[in-house]
């Protein structure tokens, strides 16, 4: 109840020890609270690693009443801090946000249901986007998913069938750095409908845009996941492919796991473009 606390400072350990959390339990209401639920600081600066525990053990929230940090407008993210819990940021203000490398996992539904929030930068050094992360972030407009020689792991909604992570969000425009790895409660996952891919639309969100989306592929990008782009509404012309290996050496393979899921989309013409370069 510190109603008037609005910045909260942890500062990095010497030593480097991750620092516990108690959460508290309502014995009359039987819920779990998040230790600043009803203060709600506005300004983070976070250097350090948490463990999250209820009762003196180890405690995993699975509810937005346990987010960590909820109602922040400007999260600052110190080089101690390696990993995002679950729910860790559910329900926050802010409106941009980016992941830095030495963050590795950001944990299921670390950002749930953070509406204000435009646009995401994921850096290289992230390996792991755990379910559900950034599930109802209903302003999410641009992704930026920065280059790297290693692979991203992401896994997917399955808690109303399955759907792609953003699949709530109206994009606008995507950037993919790298290799994906599609995993469904760690397990790897093969999208086999067009609402499961990773950038896939919700029927909702999909019928409601009226938005070309602009897709550009790095070069460090070797291959693409069934469906990944479905279900947006996306125009060929607006993909850019820097990947002269992908198109030379691997364009059956990219006609029919990619094209094949645009195709229907459109209902009287289709255009195709790539531009690739060769260095």
Known sequence: YCYTLKTVNF????????????????????????????????????????????????????????ALFSNALEITFGEQLTSIGDYMFADTRITELTIPSHISYVGKRAFY???NLSRLTIKSGVTTIDQNAFQDCAGLKE?????SNEPISISCMNTAGYYGPFSHSPLESIYVGRNITYTNAGAPFAPDES??????????????????????????????????????????????FRLDFFFAKNFKTFYTVFVSSFIKLFDCFFVFFIKAYYK
Request: some cysteine; hydrophobic content about 35%; overall charge negative.
């Open 11 to 66: 500062k990095p350990s010497p030593t480097q020890i991750p620092l516990s959390i108690e959460c508290a339990t309502d014995d009359f209401l039987h819920n779990t609270w998040s230790p600043f639920y009803f203060t709600e600081p506005e300004y983070l600066y976070l250097n350090r690693t948490f463990n999250y525990i209820n009762e003196g053990e180890e405690f995993t929230p699975d509810t937005m009443d346990e």
């Open 113 to 115: 249901s953070c509406i």
């Open 143 to 147: 992704i930026i998913i920065e280059d």
């Open 195 to 240: 609402d499961e891919g990773v950038f896939s639309m919700s029927d909702d969100v999909f019928k409601s845009s009226t938005v070309t989306v602009q897709v550009t592929i790095g070069p460090k990008v070797s291959a693409i996941n069934n469906y990944m782009f479905s279900n947006t509404h996306f125009f060929p012309a607006c993909l850019l």
